[in-house]
């Protein structure tokens, strides 16, 4: 029976797109360590718009905006914006995309981005310079993330941005197979857990939060049913630092306040980082790539909890409190 021919008149989704381009660059370099160069040049570019889109406000000048310092950092903080020097600017980085020395510019750009946003100190990647990521490669990776969001999507760059970084996530942890489950739980797990769990308002805990995705689908299912979504804030812990780092970039990208997702060294999920917290909803899913994890000993820690539920085998704590 012949095959089907493909709809050719139906183009790929942008986020799709993308990952085929950024996979065929990645050439010999392993996922686990390719996410760290995609992710962060994302992330970059997508506070490289903010920035810009309150700098041309305030170099207009206009109404509120009238007599502001376009380079005067409290100017960005009092609007929750990264402040991001001017070597650092994506125009920067991409008129410079074809030059040998480019690697050493984007680590350059990320060490000056965390000097001027404390709240982003440690969490930046800076793997641009090493030997085994190719000059040519990286330029075209950052052409690559430079055309996100262009044409008819450019109003909504960041809804853009953050849906691709949200997508390449998934496809890293594809990559990285077993691996990936440390950083990484399936979207249909993280949907089927919040729209269980409905956290309306109030503080939401995740004792092993991964790269964030509890958080980012609890936001989106507050506006999905006309919540606020200032009502609620959350609240997490990650052992694994390399993935606490992309918990903060998931955030920071989504505009969420990732100020108390700790990096808990002790190790998470049977530690509390959080001890004098009292939330409202805790929702977690254990290390499933893990068997041993030691979730015996967390039968003490839920057996005061109304609700302990079953998803695919796994014991998958979720509780309304």
Request: proline share 4%; glycine share 10%.
């Amino acid at each position: 029976m012949a095959k089907a021919k493909k709809n050719n008149d139906k183009e790929e989704p942008l986020e799709t797109q993308l990952w085929k381009a950024a996979d065929k660059l990645r050439k010999n370099i392993d996922a686990a360590e390719y996410k760290h160069v995609v992710l962060g040049l994302i992330f970059l570019r997508y506070i490289s718009d903010a920035f810009e889109g309150l700098y041309d406000k305030l170099k207009r000048g206009e109404g509120e905006y009238a007599g502001a310092d376009p380079e005067d950092k409290d100017e960005y903080k009092a609007e929750n914006v990264f402040f991001v020097p001017e070597k650092a600017r994506w125009a920067y980085l991409q008129s410079r995309a074809t030059q040998p020395a480019i690697g050493k510019t984007v680590d350059e750009a990320m060490d000056a981005i965390e000097k001027d946003n404390p709240s982003l100190k440690d969490v930046l990647p800076k793997v641009y310079a090493r030997g085994n990521l190719d000059p040519t490669n990286l330029g075209g990776l950052i052409n690559l993330v430079g055309n996100i969001a262009m044409g008819d999507a450019k109003d909504r760059s960041a809804d853009v941005l953050g849906h691709v970084f949200e997508y390449f996530l998934g496809e890293f942890a594809l990559a990285e197979g077993k691996k990936g489950g440390q950083f990484y739980t399936p979207r249909s797990v993280v949907e089927v857990l919040v729209e269980m769990l409905e956290p309306y308002k109030g503080r939401v805990f995740d004792p092993c939060c991964g790269s964030g995705g509890m958080f980012v689908q609890s936001e989106k299912f507050v506006v999905e049913h006309q919540g606020k979504v200032n009502d609620i804030s959350i609240y997490g812990q990650e052992s694994n630092h390399t993935t606490w780092r992309l918990a903060r970039m998931n955030l920071a990208i989504r505009g969420i306040d990732s100020s108390q997702v700790k990096w808990n060294n002790e190790g998470s999920f049977l530690n509390d980082g959080h001890k004098d917290l009292k939330a409202d909803y805790v929702i977690a899913n254990p290390p499933f790539n893990d068997s041993d994890w030691s979730g015996e000993l967390l039968k003490k820690t839920l057996t005061p909890y109304p609700a302990l539920i079953i998803i695919g085998g796994i014991r998958t704590g979720i509780m309304k409190m």
